[in-house]
C-alpha cells in the first residue's frame, strides 16, 4: 500500500516524530540565538542588527526550502491567488513574530525565553475560539489556560537569587508567541487550499526580506564580521526553521489544531535543558515551578475528555 503525505503524517507515529522533530528544532533556537549573538558581538540595544540577523535566516531558510523543491522537480513559480495568504502568514508568522522574538531574546535568557514560549500554545487556543465555531474553549481548556498562566506569573513575580525576571523583553517573547499562535492557525486554514512547501517557503521569503530590508536600513547590508563558528550558528538557524516549519504546518494541515497543539509544551521543556546545557545557565527551583506549570497547563488544554462509560450511557438514555 502507498504511503501517501496525509497517511504519514496522520498516523500516531507520524505525529509524534514530526511534532516532536518540531518543536525540538524550535527549543534548540532559544539557546542557539544567545550563542550567536555573543559570537556577533549584537548587543540589547542593536534593535537593527538583531532584526537583520533574523531576515538573513529566515530569507536563507526560505532559498533552502526553495532549492529542495527543485532537486524535487516541483514548481517554484508563483500559484495564481495565493499572494494573500501567504503575505497574511509572512507577517505574522515571520515579520511580527520575529521582530519581537530577536529583541526579546537579547534581553533574556534562553531559559526564560523557553518557558514563555509554552504560551505560544494558549494563544492559539484563544484564537482558534474566536476563528473556528467547532474549536470553542470549554471549561477544561480554561483550566488550563490559568494553570499554564500561571508559569508566565511565576517568572514574572521572581527574582533576586533566581536570576529570573520580567521585563520590556520578556513582554516583546509574549507578543512574539502570540503572532507565532496566530501565525500557526493562519497557516492551518491556508493549507487547505496551499502547497505547505509552496506556503511555507514564500512566506519566510516575503517575511525574511522585509526583515533584512528594516535592519539594512539601520545598521548597514552586513555589519557582522562572520567567523566559521558564526556563519555555522547561521546556517543550524535556517535549517531549523525550514525544516522545523514545514514540519508543524504539515502537521497542523491534517489534523485538528487542539490535537496538535498539546506538543507545544516540547518547546519550552526542550529549550530550557538545551540552554542549560549549552549556556550553562542554572535551573533554579523557580525555573521548575514555571516550567511544569506551564506545561501542566498545556497537557490540561489539550487532553481529551474521557468518553462516557456504557452504564452512564444507558443510564441517560433510560433518563
Request: charged share 10%.
Amino acid at each position: 500500500m502507498k504511503l501517501t503525505t496525509e497517511k504519514l503524517f496522520t498516523h500516531p507515529l507520524g505525529i509524534l516524530a514530526a511534532a516532536t522533530g518540531a518543536t525540538f528544532l524550535w527549543g534548540s533556537a532559544f539557546p542557539m540565538i544567545k550563542m550567536s549573538y555573543a559570537e556577533l558581538d549584537i548587543g540589547k540595544g542593536q534593535v537593527y542588527e538583531q532584526i537583520l540577523f533574523a531576515g538573513i535566516r529566515f530569507t536563507l531558510a526560505a532559498l533552502l526550502i526553495l532549492a529542495f523543491m527543485k532537486l524535487m522537480g516541483r514548481s517554484t513559480g508563483y500559484q495564481k491567488g495565493s499572494w494573500r495568504g501567504v503575505a497574511k502568514i509572512g507577517l505574522t508568522q515571520t515579520l511580527l513574530q520575529y521582530v519581537f522574538f530577536y529583541y526579546g531574546m537579547s534581553g533574556s535568557t534562553g531559559v526564560q525565553g523557553s518557558i514563555l514560549a509554552g504560551t505560544t500554545s494558549f494563544f492559539q487556543i484563544l484564537i482558534a475560539h474566536w476563528m473556528y465555531a467547532d474549536d470553542r474553549i470549554t471549561p477544561r481548556k480554561l483550566s488550563g489556560l490559568i494553570v499554564g498562566f500561571a508559569g508566565v506569573v511565576v517568572v514574572g513575580l521572581s527574582g533576586g537569587a533566581t536570576g529570573v525576571h520580567f521585563g520590556v523583553a520578556e513582554i516583546c517573547l509574549l507578543a512574539a508567541m502570540f503572532f507565532g499562535g496566530l501565525g500557526n492557525v493562519l497557516s492551518k486554514k491556508e493549507s487547505g487550499r496551499l502547497d505547505i512547501l509552496y506556503m511555507t517557503s514564500y512566506q519566510m521569503l516575503l517575511g525574511g526580506v522585509v526583515l533584512t530590508a528594516i535592519g539594512a536600513a539601520g545598521a548597514g547590508l552586513m555589519p557582522f564580521a562572520f567567523t566559521w563558528s558564526a556563519a555555522g550558528m547561521l546556517l543550524y538557524l535556517a535549517v531549523l526553521s525550514a525544516l522545523g516549519f514545514v514540519l508543524w504546518n504539515t502537521v497542523m494541515k491534517y489534523n485538528q489544531v487542539g490535537s496538535i497543539s498539546m506538543y507545544l509544551f516540547l518547546i519550552p521543556v526542550f529549550g530550557v535543558f538545551l540552554s542549560a546545557l549549552l549556556l550553562s545557565e542554572p535551573l533554579h527551583a523557580t525555573v521548575w515551578l514555571a516550567l511544569g506549570l506551564v506545561a501542566g497547563g498545556i497537557v490540561i488544554v489539550n487532553r481529551k475528555p474521557a468518553a462516557p462509560s456504557t452504564a452512564h450511557a444507558g443510564a441517560r438514555l433510560k433518563a
